[in-house]
């Protein structure tokens, strides 16, 4: 019912920045939570941050918090994670999520919907 496509992953220096977009197409998401999550090599999916579905409530990981950004954009029916001060413990393949029965973000691995995730890679 819900596609989701994230881009924006490349290959990054210690330190820079990145934003990652999730556009969202076979209905609107306007509604839903929305969440990013990652994972790398020999290690469990986890957590980064997530949305409400006005965009009004927001939740991080720790890890992140206060160098990564979530937003949307519902009129482009498209979530963003904007990092910043990049580490190389950031490298990894980057998921985005929506959660079509809740309006509210959750750190839970359980939405409905999952992109094909994008590489991050950062060097040091």
């Known amino acids: 019912q819900v596609q989701l496509v994230e881009s924006g992953g490349v290959l990054v220096q210690a330190g820079d920045s990145l934003r990652l977009s999730c556009a969202a197409s076979g209905r609107t998401v306007s509604t839903y939570a929305m969440g990013w999550f990652r994972q790398a090599p020999g290690k469990e999916r986890e957590f980064v941050a997530a949305i409400s579905g006005n965009g009004g409530t927001l939740y991080y990981a720790g890890s992140v918090k206060g160098r990564f950004t979530i937003s949307r954009d519902n009129a482009k029916n498209t979530v963003y994670l904007q990092m910043n001060s990049l580490k190389p413990e950031d490298t990894a393949v980057y998921y985005c999520?929506?959660?079509?029965?809740?309006?509210?973000?959750?750190?839970?691995?359980?939405?409905?919907?999952w992109g094909q995730g994008t590489q991050v890679t950062v060097s040091s």
């Open positions: 999520a929506a959660d079509a029965s809740r309006n509210y973000p959750t750190p839970r691995a359980d939405y409905d919907y």
